[in-house]
Structure formats: structure tokens, C-alpha cells
């Protein structure tokens, strides 16, 4: 397929760098729309109060890559609309000519799991994905469940990675060059349709993957209380889980070692 690539950990990710490298290995051709820097938490934001500078860059991912100094969103709104070439049938493509539009949006790997409505959320990789939808072309999200040593690790520059974690890396590449050719068929064309895939840690090239639905999560207190300086600062929690029984969530099958699938289905807000 003729993919976008964009992300929310920044152009140096090297789960990115990973995804791109397995998705051409397996035969899909791709540009990468990445932003400069890390994103995390940014949601579907768009930059309103800033101009946002893009530029073409080589950075030996084997195919166009461009640097977006913005968000997730801004990186794949930006691209369909400016940076890529256009198609014989005038939409966004990786070359002219016929054959070559844009296919599909994948966003991933984070570093890191989004899972639970709250996170979900807030998550700038599925907000990437959200503007792919947006644009009415099928999205995948792609996240990294991670020990917190194993998350230190890849957001650490120069940081060595255990042997656990490169095999992990190894196995969800290969799960994520599959399911890219899988959920997002060609000629599919569902807005407001993501696909949510969080890998488990650790995963396994035999790891099963299983449909779900986003865990009820609580997640209050998200910031410190004001420190000397009157500041808050953000203070990560997990959460109370409220999910009802019966329903097999997004956490729950990480917990499971399994690969969760959800289908966040945004027409059905209302319902």
C-alpha cells in the first residue's frame, strides 16, 4: 500500500525509524511526515497561534521524509494538502502519475501504550491518525506497551536496550507491517474510523491479537500540587478502572500478553 507515516515521539524516534524500515521490508511503499520534536499529549491539537514551518529532509528511512515543526495533526493535515505530489486523480500520492495516491495513514510506534478512553484521548499518535480519517482515508494507530526501565530507555538518547526489549521491537514491527496491509484495505474509505493497536510488552511473534473496547478509566489528579515556584507539574497515573464486566478492554489485554485491536468508530458519538 501507499502509505503516510507520521508519529508523535519526533523524527529521532527509534520505534519510528523501526516501523518504517518493516513496512517497506514488507513490500508497502511509504512518506514519512514526522514532527521535529516530541508531541506527547497533544491530542488532535492543531498549531493556531504559530506559523509552522516544514522542510524536506534525508534521514536514510529509505523513502521522502519531511520535518514538521508541529503536531501530529499538523504534520498529516500539512502533508495531504502541500508537501506530497499529486496523483493522476489530483489527491495526495508519494509520486505523479497513476497508481500512487495515498492509501492509508499509519501513526506509530509510541513509545509507550494508549489505551482507556482518557488516554485515548490525549493520545498526539492517535491524533494523527484521527487526521488521516479526517481526510477520509483509513487510519491505524500503533502503540508500545513498555517496562518503565524499557521506556526510559528508548526515550534516552544513546540509551543501550535489553535484549527483551530489542526482541519485542523485533516482533511488533513485523505484527505492525501486517496489520497495516490488513485493517487498512484498499479503496476502504470509512471517516471518522481509527484502528487502535497496542502490542503488549513483552511481544512475541506468535502474540495473538484480540478485538476490544477502551477500558473506563479515572484519571484524575494528573498534576502535582503547586510546588515552591507556584507551579503544577504533570504527575502520570494509571488510573481506577471502571470498565463494566463482560467486555474484554484495551488494558485488559496487554495485561494478557495479547495484542489489543480496538475500533474507535467516531460516527457513533450520539449513539
Known amino acids: 500500500m501507499n502509505l503516510l507515516v507520521t508519529n508523535d515521539d519526533g523524527i529521532d524516534s527509534h520505534l519510528l525509524h523501526e516501523l518504517v524500515r518493516a ?50 495533526s499538523d504534520c498529516v493535515n500539512i502533508a495531504l494538502a502541500h508537501l506530497l505530489p499529486r496523483g493522476a486523480d489530483g489527491r495526495a500520492a508519494l509520486a505523479e502519475g497513476a ?24 493520545s498526539g499518535t492517535i491524533g494523527g491518525a484521527c487526521e488521516g480519517a479526517l481526510h477520509g482515508l483509513p487510519a491505524v494507530a500503533f502503540s508500545q506497551e513498555l517496562t ?27 505484527h505492525a507491517a501486517r496489520l497495516a496491509g490488513e485493517l487498512l484495505a484498499p479503496g476502504d474509505r470509512r471517516p471518522f474510523t481509527v484502528h487502535n493497536v497496542n502490542f503488549p510488552f513483552p511481544c512475541r511473534t506468535d502474540s495473538p491479537v484480540h478485538l476490544t473496547v477502551p477500558a473506563q478509566i479515572s484519571a484524575v ?51
Open 23 to 72: 513496512l517497506l521490508a514488507a513490500g508497502h511503499r511509504a512518506a514519512v511526515v514526522a514532527p521535529e520534536r516530541e508531541q506527547s499529549w497533544i491530542g488532535a491539537a492543531k498549531s493556531r497561534h504559530r506559523p509552522v514551518p516544514s522542510r524536506r529532509e534525508e534521514r536514510g528511512l529509505g523513502c521522502p521524509t519531511w520535518i514538521v515543526d508541529g503536531t501530529p
Open 99 to 122: 497508481g500512487n495516491a495515498i492509501e492509508g495513514v499509519v501513526s506509530g510506534i509510541n513509545t509507550g501504550r494508549n489505551t482507556s478512553i482518557g488516554f485515548i484521548l490525549a
Open 148 to 174: 518503565p526501565p524499557g521506556f526510559l530507555a528508548l526515550k534516552k538518547p544513546g540509551s543501550a536496550m535489553t535484549p527483551e526489549v530489542s526482541a519485542t521491537i523485533t516482533a511488533t514491527v513485523g
Open 221 to 271: 489528579g494528573m498534576f502535582s500540587p503547586a510546588e515552591d515556584d507556584g507551579m503544577h507539574r504533570f504527575a502520570y497515573n494509571h488510573g481506577e478502572d471502571l470498565s463494566p464486566e463482560g467486555k474484554l478492554t484495551d488494558r485488559a489485554c496487554l495485561a494478557a500478553g495479547h495484542i489489543s485491536h480496538t475500533v474507535l468508530d467516531y460516527t457513533r458519538l450520539g449513539h
